[in-house]
Each structure stands twice: as C-alpha cells, then as structure tokens.
C-alpha cells in the first residue's frame, strides 16, 4: 500500500511539473514567434496568409490590456508594460478584434500567447489616461478601472536598487522595478483580478502565457495563481484538459540572489544564456566545435524546461542582460545563429520579429495620432513601412520547415573540423552544415538522406520541384560533397525529405 502511494505521488508530481510546459501547437508544427508590437488584425491576417502556410506554431504577442498613453516620450515601446486595467484595448486593437483574432489564427493552426504583465501597474508618469479612457490616481495608488487601492500593493514602499540583485531576493520581490507600482500577488483580491483576466483570455482561445517579470513575484503565489486558470478552451481546438503553456520571464546568468530554478517546478522558464551562448559563437567569440554537447551541459535549462530564443524584445535593445546579444543588425551571424537554434532539438524556441530602430526608446511606426502603421508586404515577401519582420526572411522559415521535418528525431552524425566548420542530421529526416571559418568548407559528409538531388533550403526555395539555390546530391550510401564558401551569402546549408528536386 506504500509503495502504491508513493507510486501515486509522484505521478502526481509529475503531472504537476509538466502541467505548464506543453505549448500544444497543432500537429506537426513547431516555432513560436514574436510579433512585437503587431495589431490584431496584422496577426491575424498573418496567420493565414503566411505564418500558418510556413508551419509556424505559435505567436506570442504584445501585452492586450490597457496601458497608459505616453506621449511625452512619443509612445515609447515599453509603455505597453505599464498597465493601467485589464480592459482589452490597446493600440493593437479592441477586445473584439482580439477574439477574432484568436479565432482566425487557431484555425490557420497558429497558437497565440500572451504576454501577461501581472507584476505591477504603471509607475507615475506625466500622462494619466490609459488607451482604454481609464485613468488612475498615481499618488494613492488608486486603479479604478481593475480597481485595485492602496492596500493591493507591497508595503513598506521601496524600489530595487543593483545590489538588490545579487543579495536580497526580498527587495527584488517586494520593492518597485523600475519604480513601477508593485502588486501584492499574496493578496487576494489581486489574484483573483489577475486570475479573472487570465482566465478570459484562456476562454477566448490562447494557448499560453509569458509572464513578465517573473523573477519579481514569490513562486509560491504564481503557484497559486496558475493552479486556477481554467483548462485551454476545446472550441478552439485543444485537447480535453490541457493546461496553459507558461513561459516565465527570469534573467538569470549566475551569481543572484534568485535562481530560474526556483520557477522550473511551475512552469517553462526563458532561456536568457542559450541567446548570449550561441551568438558568442557565431559572432566568432567561441568555435562551433563546442556546440557538440549544446544544452544543459552548457549550464542551460533543462530541455522541457527551456524557452530559447537568440534575441528578445528586451535583449535586443540591450536590455536584460542584452550586450552582445545577436539581432537584425547583424543579419549573416544572426541568421546563422537561429538556424542552429531552430536545427538542433535542445528547447523550445522562439523567434523575434522586430520593427526597425534606430534609439532603444522608440516604439512601432505610427501615424502622427499615435496609430500603429500596419507592415506592408512587398513582392519578395518581405515587410515595409519600417517592419523588419524576420520571421519573413527566407533562411528563418526554412528552417522551421527543417525544424518541422526533423520533428522528434535525435542528433546524429556530429562533424567537425577543429574549429569553426559543423554539420550534423536529424535522425533520417534532415541535415544541416555550417562554415564560421575564413576558407570554404568541401567535404563528402554523411547526410543520412536517402539518394537523391535535393534543393538547399537556404539558399533558395524549391519552385515547381525545382531549385533556386544549390542542390546537393545523395549517393545511396547517404554522403554527399558539402560546399559551403567562406564568403557564401549565408554561413549554412541544409537539406531534408521533402526538399528533393527534379533536374
């Protein structure tokens, strides 16, 4: 009887600890991407005329809730994380427009999730009306539209200051971030308004949740509040009694006085080093070599436990931890660095999908109102009107197409050449080569592919069964001569079923 008891536990524990961490994309898709600042309608329209052909998985999008308008600093990017309610009307659009949204993507088969700022409400700003008319009295700590009052806020008043960090997990949970007006999670009246709203997504059709800051909240509250979120809603197509994907906003390098550890029992954790990690290495600063043992003995996450992404809305503003950190910018390391990140099975990752910028400050194109311009879709397939949309870009959404293929396959076949110079399968599905070196790679590698000509999805895309790019032939042995020039275009090759061509 014991054992059967100790046996039911741990099922228990197990089912718990998984619970949050399973993104249900719809079958045979993978690849979360985030597209930062979009209107629902963009997405939506997104959703079926591009990212669910391409077999994106998911989006996660920009905080739904009402914010504070911020004209003094013309509309900044970070104005959507200081909350104001959790009315649904931002500038991305209105509550209807997000549950038309939700309703369109999920049937395109692309999942949405949210990012949830339920840490705090705004600081105190010169502005004081929010984008959906509330407004709020900043000195009293007084939000009517949640409504939340003095006592919903953690008391003593204090703001974190940098050694905060790395001594006193107490003040970097309880004092101000940034001077934002910080929420008693303990408090009941404040779980239940956040519980609520959650709650409403979930039942107008999201899969999941980033929650923000979520190093600055105790554990044992996001425990509580997550345990009440209702199961993902079946008419949207999920399974009977799945549980909302959460992936936890912790920037931890080491050496602070919180650990991301604290919040893997909960949920999935975002995987701040896996971004520094890679693009060190396709930035020159590190061989790929190394990438061998790519994961957890590189001290990242666990595998379940891991959201991984190169760059973030944050990082790549040098924000959180962000200098050195791979973006647009930069385009042949960072395009190499997300074909790695996508090719190889270790976490779950995401892409960022950014608008151009020029100061870290500034927030998505708008109109002289203060409107969102809307990306324009050209010709080639890329974005305009100041949209980088990376999630566009060829070698990007071939690789999650490789990512798809590959599915559940293991890493085999590790080559290298000392240095700089990788390649690698994916079970029988799929292979991929990288050359970071000043001279050309030329070698005859194991492709396991079976015999064929197949079209390199990187450097085009296979028209009519027929290549735009290089082709790579398989012999019945499964090797194949891999060229990749040191002044190629893209630093990457990569092949897999499903990409063979007719000569």
């Known amino acids: 009887m014991g054992q059967l008891a100790l046996l039911f536990s741990l099922g228990i524990l197990v089912t718990y600890v998984t619970a949050y961490k399973n993104p249900y994309y719809a079958a045979g898709r993978s690849v979360n991407v985030h597209l930062f600042e979009w209107k629902w309608d963009d997405i939506a329209d997104e959703c079926e005329r591009f990212l669910g052909p391409k077999g994106y998985g998911g989006i996660q999008i920009s905080p739904p809730n009402e914010n504070v308008v911020l004209w003094t600093y013309n509309r900044p990017w970070w104005e959507r994380y200081q909350p104001m309610s959790y009315a649904l009307v931002t500038r991305s659009g209105n509550e209807q427009q997000f549950a038309n949204m939700l309703r369109r993507c999920n049937a395109a088969g692309v999942r949405i999730y949210v990012d949830a700022v339920i840490n705090h409400m705004t600081g105190e700003p010169p502005e004081n009306v929010g984008t959906a008319g509330n407004t709020a009295v900043f000195s009293d700590w007084y939000y009517p539209g949640v409504p939340y009052t003095r006592e919903h806020f953690n008391w003593p008043h204090c703001v974190i200051d940098g050694m905060d960090y790395v001594n006193n997990a107490w003040r970097v949970r309880n004092c101000e971030l940034v001077g934002l007006k910080d929420l008693n999670q303990a408090n009941e009246h404040v779980r239940n308004m956040i519980v609520n709203f959650m709650n409403k997504l979930i039942d107008l059709g999201v899969a999941g949740f980033r929650i923000d800051a979520a190093k600055h909240m105790w554990p044992e509250d996001l425990r509580i509040i997550y345990d009440r979120l209702h199961n993902l809603n079946t008419e949207h197509g999920f399974p009977s009694n799945a549980r909302p994907y959460i992936?936890?906003?912790?920037?931890?390098?080491?050496?602070?006085?919180?650990?991301?550890?604290?919040?893997?029992?909960?949920?999935?954790?975002?995987?701040?080093?896996?971004?520094?990690?890679?693009?060190?290495?396709?930035?020159?600063?590190?061989?790929?070599?190394?990438?061998?043992?790519?994961?957890p003995q590189w001290a990242l996450l666990a595998h379940e436990d891991a959201l991984t992404f190169i760059d973030n809305h944050d990082n790549e503003r040098g924000h959180g931890g962000g200098g050195g950190i791979l973006t647009y910018k930069e385009p042949r390391p960072?395009?190499?660095?997300?074909?790695?990140?996508?090719?190889?099975?270790?976490?779950?990752?995401?892409?960022?999908?950014?608008?151009?910028?020029?100061?870290?400050?500034?927030?998505?194109p708008m109109d002289r109102d203060g409107n969102i311009i809307s990306p324009a879709i050209n010709s080639d397939n890329s974005c305009g009107n100041g949209w980088i949309c990376q999630h566009r870009w060829r070698q990007i959404y071939a690789m999650v197409d490789f990512r798809n293929v590959a599915a559940n396959t293991p890493l085999t076949n590790w080559w290298d050449n000392g240095s700089n110079q990788i390649a690698f399968c994916r079970g029988n599905n799929a292979f991929i080569a990288f050359n970071n070196d000043y001279w050309d790679l030329n070698q005859t590698l194991q492709t396991c592919l079976p015999a064929g000509t197949y079209c390199d999805v990187i450097s085009g895309n296979k028209v009519n069964n027929r290549c735009e790019g290089k082709t790579v032939t398989v012999g019945s042995d499964g090797r194949a001569n891999i060229v990749v020039g040191a002044n190629d275009y893209d630093l990457m090759l990569a092949i897999h079923v499903g990409s063979e061509s007719r000569l």
Request: net charge negative.
């Open 247 to 295: 992936y936890q906003e912790v920037i931890d390098y080491g050496g602070e006085a919180i650990s991301r550890d604290e919040y893997t029992p909960l949920g999935a954790v975002t995987e701040f080093k896996a971004g520094l990690e890679l693009s060190n290495a396709f930035r020159g600063g590190n061989q790929l070599r190394w990438l061998s043992t790519w994961g």
């Open 334 to 364: 960072y395009k190499g660095a997300i074909a790695f990140l996508l090719a190889h099975p270790y976490g779950e990752p995401q892409i960022m999908s950014s608008f151009d910028f020029w100061d870290s400050e500034v927030g998505p």
